[in-house]
């Protein structure tokens, strides 16, 4: 593990001034085209960990772009997945709202569209398929532990703010890799009854997770979009969003 770290530092100190390479990328749910993208660090010349990015309901935007380009700065080659599909970007709550209650309502549907963007980061040029990751935001965040009950062969998945349900407990039989779930202790959308089910699922499962929780942090917490006034229910927070991002630096050295 030591010698782990001292290489991961050593990369570190190598990329900071490295190009970050960006790929549109199109692909294919039947008749329904998604454009994702690729993103990797120009410095990195051995074959890396990947890392799957899956945005919030807003859909794949220049937010979500920002979060793998930090990923990728670390060393790690990216994909940010269109689970919408291709031009499908909602310009406000309302939309975004009604765009993701499809998938929360379908999550059949939801788990597809998230394997077959794993299927783009896996196949990508210069990822260890043997390394493999996924990491979410609000709707991404509920999104990765669907890719996770899929029985996706990931070595870890990381939800921010994301929905703690568990809608089809027997799903849990198929998770095959470790969850971290990092959660705002004061946000209103996931009801203590959400959190019950979902820590019963990780139990009755024998999954190996976690599930961390940020005093005083609400929904959204490392959105810096969101504002500042926890009384709406979603607001940015300084310290639970660097905090939750180290958590997910030193999950990411141990999984991968």
């Known amino acids: 593990m030591k010698l782990f770290i001292s290489i991961l530092c050593i990369l570190a100190a190598a990329v900071v001034n490295a190009e ?47 979060k793998g380009r930090e990923l990728a700065k670390l060393g790690y080659v990216v994909f940010a997945a269109d689970i919408y599909g291709q031009g499908v970007r909602p310009s406000d709550a309302n939309a975004a709202g009604a765009e993701a209650t499809k998938y929360k309502k379908d999550r059949k549907l ?9 299927d783009q980061l896996a196949k990508a040029s210069g990822v260890d398929q043997k390394r493999l990751a996924a990491v979410g935001y609000c709707f991404g965040g509920t999104g990765v532990i669907e890719l996770a009950r899929a029985g996706a062969k990931l070595k870890g998945v990381v939800s921010f703010h994301g929905g703690l349900d568990s809608p089809e407990p027997e799903l849990g039989a198929k998770i095959k890799t470790s969850i971290l779930a990092l959660h705002g202790a004061d946000d209103p959308y996931v009801s203590e009854q959400d959190l019950a089910a979902f820590e019963t699922e990780m139990k009755t499962n024998k999954v190996d997770w976690q599930l961390v929780k940020y005093g005083g942090a609400v929904h959204s917490f490392t959105d810096k979009t969101a504002g500042m006034d926890p009384k709406k229910g979603a607001a940015y927070n300084e310290v639970a969003d660097r905090r939750s991002w180290q958590m997910m630096k030193d999950f990411f050295v141990e999984r991968l």
């Open 20 to 66: 970050i390479k960006e790929q549109v990328v199109t692909y294919k749910d039947g008749s329904t085209t998604l454009e994702g993208m690729l993103i990797s660090n120009s410095e990195v010349s051995r074959t890396a960990p990947g890392v799957l990015v899956v945005h919030d309901w807003l859909g794949l935007t220049e937010k979500t772009k920002q």
């Open 110 to 118: 939801f788990r597809r569209r998230l394997t077959l963007a794993l």
